[in-house]
Nanobody, 122 residues
Framework: QVQLVESGGGLVQAGDSLRLSCAAS????????MGWFRQAPGKEREIVAT????????IHADSVKGRFTISRDDAKMTVYLQMDSLKPEDTAVYYC???????????????WGQGTLVTVSS
């Protein structure tokens, strides 16, 4: 069992930066691929970025590419989402999630955090 706790959300203005953190607890964290997702009001949850279990591969959604960066620090058991040049359309609850590295890329994530709210004003 892996527990995930997000932090770092808040209210910012367009063009500002935020760094979200996802602190994990539980065994074998380094064996999990990690992802950041977001859900805006009235919209479906969407994937934002993923990082594989050894940090060697990252994927970012087109909507955030060049502005957001996912990373992980296994010594701290933490995954980060650096968000720069924020836009009002980035407003959402952001969730981190973990999926065991041997599972298929289209399989559901195993564990989820409770989310952290990011609000970007224009």
């Amino acid at each position: 069992q892996v527990q995930l706790v997000e932090s770092g959300g808040g209210l910012v203005q367009a063009g500002d930066s935020l760094r979200l953190s996802c602190a994990a607890s539980g065994p074998l964290f380094s064996g999990y691929n990690m992802g950041w997702f977001r859900q805006a009001p009235g919209k479906e949850r969407e994937i934002v970025a993923t990082v594989n279990y050894d940090g060697g591969s990252t994927i970012h959604a087109d909507s955030v590419k060049g502005r957001f960066t996912i990373s992980r620090d296994d010594a701290k058991m933490t995954v980060y989402l650096q968000m720069d040049s924020l836009k009002p359309e980035d407003t959402a609850v952001y969730y981190c999630a973990a999926r065991w590295r041997t599972k298929a890329t289209n399989s559901p994530y195993d564990f989820w955090g409770q989310g952290t709210l990011v609000t970007v004003s224009s």
